[in-house]
């Protein structure tokens, strides 16, 4: 008979956040095993190498629904408990409507939204109490933010979607987070910067933070069963914006501090 293993699932890992949550993951001895998911099989492998736990590359694109197919049966075929699951596969682009494609539009909502879903609810029937969500939404979700309009939509659809989750889950003991940080310093820029109107319709990411402190914040407040880890002062002043200014207002203030 084998034996049930414990293993955190993170996708996004082959950089920034998500691989920064497999070496915080990794050095807290949470699981037998961590299998790492993104595109590129060799960053995996490199992620792999740098951590003692052992663990699983698996390239797969998540805004494809074969890719997450494969992921289920990999999952199904094994008695595995899912300790955590990390969803930080992600990407934004600066730009407006009429400079950013169509492709790259969609792309973002698939990736963004639907690929986090399915990942989230393939993982769930292999959770039980005391296993751990955290889903990697941003700032971006606390308001309108015009040229980059899809990917703020986009993470305000994360964070309703877990808070709403983490009610469903109630009395089940598997706790789900939001992590909404400002800017940080990982190859998001790099790519958001990949459009007509990327090079100056975002200015800077002011005060970008660690992908460490931001990973380190989040597993405490995951810990705390918090259902938002703002992981900064800025963040968590963005939140309560968010909350009580009316979004034309916020949006001038984002019209002003995008031009910098
Ligand atoms: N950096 C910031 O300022 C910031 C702030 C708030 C929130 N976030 C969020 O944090 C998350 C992680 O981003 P990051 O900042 O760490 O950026 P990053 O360094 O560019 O990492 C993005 C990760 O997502 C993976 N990925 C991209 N497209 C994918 C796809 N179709 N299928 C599977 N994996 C895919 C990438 O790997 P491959 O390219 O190998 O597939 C990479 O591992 C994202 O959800 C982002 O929206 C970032």
Redesign the pocket.
Known sequence: MCATKRIAII??????????FARQLDERHVADELWL????EE??EQVLEDISTPGRAI??????AE?IDRVRLLLDDGDFLVAYLV??????KFGSWKTIDQAAEN?MI???CR?LVDMTRLVLPHMERGSRIIQ?????AFAPLPHMNV?AA??AF?LRYTRGLRWELHGTGITATA?????????????ARQTDGGQHDVGH?LG?QK?ST?VSRALLANKLHFAVACASIPSFVLRIIGKVVPSCITMAGWEALRRI
């Open positions: 996708t996004g890992a082959s950089s920034g956040i998500g691989r920064e998911i993104a595109r590129s960053a995996l390239a797969a694109d998540l805004s494809k890719d969803n930080a596969a992600g990407f934004g792309a698939d990736l963004n690929g990697v939404a941003s700032a971006a990917y986009s993470k994360v992590l909404c940080p400002t800017w940080v310093r990982t190859g998001f820029e790099k790519v990411l970008a992908a931001v």
